[in-house]
Structures are given as structure tokens and as C-alpha cells.
């Protein structure tokens, strides 16, 4: 074990966890993506023809 | 009609900027002091947190706007803003579980800060079924508006929360409560993710007014059987 993470351990850092940061950002990302590709396939010129 | 939009521009550079900083609080910002690597979800929670509850304020805006104008592009605002605020509000309860889970050891409590920000969600979907479950545009216009302008009380108490009461969860995230390190990647995620916003709602407020302002314009169907014994001599 290499002499910072023996440091961050004493002091109580949590360790590892990355598996919740991935969870975290990956839905983010892919809810944020979704929703910023219905916004712009709602109101391409042919969705935005108002109708006669 | 144009294909491409200023919307458009907003929206990439918004997920350029937010790509940039996510990058920089993930791989290149210092884990932090006691949270470690799980500490990394600041820079994707504290922007949601802060975009959502602008988004609810610029409904609200546009709600006061409505029923002081009664106009189709105010209330157009309502439902592109309040449909942002939903989302970022939904994503922003997902990243606190994920968050709380490792640092709390729970993936919920009914935390102050916690139980708002759910009301506050509940409220908001409760908005916008409304609008769906309302027929007439100028009914719709005002119940939609006035329970908007209802559900953004709950706006201020979310962001007081951690201020009114003793909470789990941590005090305002600021350059006086963050360090150096993670502040220019903290604020740069925000400004993304306000970008970002800012070109979807653009977006959804556009396709929102085309829709209603047809309805608005739709012509009353004419009660025909009424209207002919009525009128027999306007006929020939």
C-alpha cells in the first residue's frame, strides 16, 4: 500500500466508492442526452408547422 | 424555416462545457478530505441542484407572466420550464441516494432538505398532469399558472432547508464552503449544466407555444343542428 493511501486512511477518508460516482454520472449523462434529444427532435421545422 | 437554431448552439456548448468540467472534477480535482473519490459527485449533484431550482424560478416567472398577460408564450414558458425543472429535480433525488449510500450509509432519510426536494418534485409533476388534464386553453392557463405559482413556495424552503433546520445533509456548496481546488470545475459544471438548460427549454418552449397557439386558434366546433334551425335563412 503505497504511503498517501495509508495517510488517507488514518485520517478516515472513505476509500473506493467509485462504482456510485460512475452510477451518479452515467444516469445523469444518459437522462440529460435523452432529454436534450426530445427537445430538439420536438421542434425540428416539420413539428413546427402549424396546422392550417 | 431555419434548421439550425441559436437553441441548438446553447444546448452543445452547454455539453461541451459540462463534458470539460466533468472531466476535470472526475480525473483531474483531488478527492476530497473525508468523502474521498465518492466526493466527485459534487460537480454533477450541486449544479443539478442549482440549474433545477432556476428552472422552477423561471416558471414561476412565466406562471405570474400568464395571469398577468394571459398570453400563449407565457404559458408556454410554464411547461418548458417546469418540465426541466422535473427532470433536473428527478436526477438531483437519483445523485443524492447514489451519494448518500457511501458517505451516510443509507440511501434515503426524511432529511428536511431531502423530504422538500421530493415535495417540491411531487408538486411540479402535479403541474404539469394538471395542464394535460385541463381541455380549455384559458382554463388551463389559469389553474396551471396559479398551481405553479403554489408549488414554487416550496423553491425557497428546499434552498433554506439546510439553514431553518438541523439536517444530515451538508451546508450551501459555495466558494466559501469549497475549496480552492474544486471550485472553478464546480463552477464550470454549473454553467454547463445552465446552458444546457437554458437550449432545451428554448427548445421545448418553442414546440409548447406551436401546440397551444393551435389549440387557441382552433375553431369551436359548431353545435350544427342548433345553429341550422336557428339560422335556416343564412343557409340558402
Same mark, same amino acid.
Given at each position: 500500500?503505497?504511503? *498517501?493511501?495509508?495517510?488517507?486512511? +488514518?485520517?478516515?477518508?472513505?476509500?473506493?466508492?467509485?462504482?456510485?460516482?460512475? %452510477? *451518479?454520472?452515467?444516469?445523469?449523462? +444518459?437522462?440529460?442526452?435523452?432529454?436534450?434529444?426530445?427537445?430538439?427532435?420536438? %421542434?425540428?421545422?416539420?413539428?413546427?408547422?402549424?396546422?392550417? | 424555416?431555419?434548421?439550425?437554431?441559436?437553441?441548438?448552439?446553447?444546448?452543445?456548448?452547454?455539453?461541451?462545457?459540462?463534458?470539460?468540467?466533468?472531466?476535470?472534477?472526475?480525473?483531474?480535482?483531488?478527492?476530497?478530505?473525508?468523502?474521498?473519490?465518492?466526493?466527485?459527485?459534487?460537480?454533477?449533484?450541486?449544479?443539478?441542484?442549482?440549474?433545477?431550482?432556476?428552472?422552477?424560478?423561471?416558471?414561476?416567472?412565466?406562471?405570474?407572466?400568464?395571469?398577468?398577460?394571459?398570453?400563449?408564450?407565457?404559458?408556454?414558458?410554464?411547461?418548458?420550464?417546469?418540465?426541466?425543472?422535473?427532470?433536473?429535480?428527478?436526477?438531483?433525488?437519483?445523485?443524492?441516494?447514489?451519494?448518500?449510500?457511501?458517505?451516510?450509509?443509507?440511501?434515503?432519510?426524511?432529511?428536511?432538505?431531502?423530504?422538500?426536494?421530493?415535495?417540491?418534485?411531487?408538486?411540479?409533476?402535479?403541474?404539469?398532469?394538471?395542464?394535460?388534464?385541463?381541455?380549455?386553453?384559458?382554463?388551463?392557463?389559469?389553474?396551471?399558472?396559479?398551481?405553479?405559482?403554489?408549488?414554487?413556495?416550496?423553491?425557497?424552503?428546499?434552498?433554506?432547508?439546510?439553514?431553518?433546520?438541523?439536517?444530515?445533509?451538508?451546508?450551501?456548496?459555495?466558494?466559501?464552503?469549497?475549496?480552492?481546488?474544486?471550485?472553478?470545475?464546480?463552477?464550470?459544471?454549473?454553467?454547463?449544466?445552465?446552458?444546457?438548460?437554458?437550449?432545451?427549454?428554448?427548445?421545448?418552449?418553442?414546440?409548447?407555444?406551436?401546440?397551444?397557439?393551435?389549440?387557441?386558434?382552433?375553431?369551436?366546433?359548431?353545435?350544427?343542428?342548433?345553429?341550422?334551425?336557428?339560422?335556416?335563412?343564412?343557409?340558402?
Amino acid at each position: 500500500m503505497d504511503p *498517501a493511501q495509508t495517510d488517507a486512511i +488514518a485520517t478516515g477518508m472513505i476509500q473506493g466508492g467509485w462504482e456510485y460516482v460512475w %452510477a *451518479a454520472y452515467g444516469v445523469s449523462w +444518459a437522462v440529460l442526452l435523452a432529454f436534450a434529444a426530445i427537445a430538439i427532435l420536438g %421542434a425540428t421545422p416539420s413539428r413546427l408547422r402549424r396546422t392550417p | 424555416m431555419k434548421s439550425i437554431r441559436w437553441e441548438h448552439f446553447v444546448l452543445a456548448f452547454g455539453l461541451v462545457l459540462l463534458g470539460v468540467a466533468h472531466a476535470w472534477g472526475l480525473f483531474y480535482a483531488p478527492p476530497e478530505a473525508m468523502m474521498g473519490d465518492v466526493g466527485r459527485i459534487l460537480y454533477v449533484h450541486v449544479p443539478t441542484a442549482w440549474v433545477g431550482l432556476v428552472a422552477y424560478t423561471a416558471a414561476f416567472v412565466a406562471a405570474i407572466g400568464a395571469l398577468w398577460t394571459g398570453r400563449t408564450g407565457w404559458d408556454a414558458g410554464i411547461e418548458a420550464f417546469a418540465e426541466v425543472g422535473v427532470v433536473y429535480n428527478a436526477l438531483l433525488l437519483f445523485q443524492g441516494s447514489v451519494w448518500a449510500r457511501p458517505t451516510w450509509g443509507i440511501w434515503w432519510t426524511w432529511d428536511p432538505r431531502l423530504t422538500t426536494s421530493a415535495v417540491m418534485l411531487l408538486l411540479f409533476v402535479a403541474v404539469l398532469v394538471l395542464r394535460r388534464t385541463v381541455e380549455s386553453p384559458e382554463q388551463r392557463l389559469t389553474v396551471s399558472a396559479v398551481a405553479t405559482i403554489i408549488a414554487w413556495v416550496d423553491v425557497p424552503v428546499v434552498y433554506f432547508a439546510v439553514k431553518w433546520w438541523r439536517t444530515l445533509h451538508q451546508d450551501f456548496s459555495s466558494p466559501e464552503t469549497v475549496s480552492n481546488t474544486m471550485v472553478s470545475p464546480l463552477r464550470l459544471a454549473a454553467f454547463g449544466m445552465l446552458f444546457l438548460g437554458i437550449g432545451i427549454a428554448a427548445l421545448r418552449w418553442r414546440s409548447a407555444y406551436v401546440r397551444l397557439a393551435d389549440q387557441s386558434d382552433a375553431p369551436e366546433l359548431p353545435d350544427a343542428p342548433a345553429q341550422l334551425h336557428l339560422h335556416p335563412d343564412r343557409e340558402a
